[in-house]
C-alpha cells in the first residue's frame, strides 16, 4: 500500500513536471494576447525546458525572444534602426539572442524566426562595439544569417558587413571588401524586393561607406 501511494505521488509530480511548459505557454500566450510582452520578456522559461525538450520549450524561447527584442525596439528613436545602448536595452538585446538560440536548440534544427531574431539582436548589439570589436561580431553574424534567403536576410547581412566596414574596423582593403560585401546584399535583397525602403538605405549607405575608403568602389 505504502509503495503504490509513494509511485502515485511520483506520477503526479512527474505530470506537474511535465505540465510545467505547457502552462507557462498558455499563461504566456493570454498575456501576449492582452499585449502584456513586457511581462514575458521578464520572465524566464521554465527551468523544465532543458534543451532538446520538444515543441512547447521551442515555442516558449521564440516567444521569449520576440518579446524581449519588441521590448527592446519599443523605445528607439525615431527612424533608429536599433535600440540604444542603455544596460535596460543591452540585456534586452542579450535575452533575445539567447532565447532564439535556445528556441532552435529546442527544435533540433535551423529554425527561420529564431534565426532572424538571433541576427537582429546580435546586429543591433554590435552597434555599440567598439570597431575592432565589431567587425569580427559582424562576420559571425552574417555566417549565422547564411540560412535567411529572403530580401529580410539579405538586409541583414547587408547591415552586418557595413558594421565590420566601420572606420578602424580594420584596414582599407578588408574594410572595402566589407563594403563591396554589403554592395551585394544590397542589390541581392532590392532584387527581391525592389521598392524595399530600408534595403535602398542600406544601398546608400554603402555608396556613402565607400567613398571613404581609399581607392573603394563598388
Not at 520549450?57 to 542603455?86: I, K, N, T, W, Y
Request: with cysteine; hydrophobic share 50%.
Amino acid at each position: 500500500m505504502i509503495r503504490l501511494f509513494a509511485i502515485t505521488l511520483f506520477a503526479l509530480a512527474a505530470c506537474s513536471t511535465l505540465d510545467a511548459p505547457v502552462a507557462q505557454l498558455e499563461r504566456w500566450q493570454k498575456q501576449r494576447a492582452a499585449g502584456a510582452i513586457t511581462a514575458i520578456a521578464d520572465e524566464p522559461v521554465v527551468p523544465d525546458c532543458a534543451p532538446g525538450r520538444g515543441e512547447p520549450c521551442q515555442r516558449l524561447h521564440l516567444m521569449r525572444a520576440e518579446a524581449c527584442l519588441a521590448v527592446a525596439f519599443a523605445d528607439r528613436a525615431p527612424a533608429a534602426a536599433c535600440p540604444g545602448a542603455s544596460a535596460r536595452e543591452a540585456g534586452l538585446l542579450a535575452c533575445a539572442a539567447s532565447a532564439a538560440q535556445a528556441a532552435e536548440q529546442a527544435s533540433g534544427e535551423v529554425l527561420l524566426p529564431a534565426r532572424k531574431l538571433r541576427t537582429q539582436a546580435r546586429l543591433c548589439a554590435i552597434e555599440n562595439l567598439p570597431p575592432a570589436m565589431a567587425a569580427p561580431a559582424a562576420r559571425e553574424v552574417i555566417t549565422e544569417a547564411a540560412p535567411l534567403t529572403d530580401a529580410e536576410g539579405a538586409l541583414l547581412r547587408g547591415r552586418a558587413a557595413l558594421s565590420a566596414a566601420r572606420p578602424s574596423a580594420g584596414s582599407e582593403a578588408a574594410r572595402c571588401a566589407s563594403v563591396r560585401e554589403a554592395f551585394g546584399e544590397a542589390r541581392r535583397g532590392l532584387a527581391l524586393k525592389p521598392d524595399d525602403p530600408a534595403l535602398k538605405r542600406l544601398a546608400d549607405d554603402v555608396a556613402l561607406r565607400a567613398v571613404r575608403i581609399t581607392d573603394c568602389r563598388v
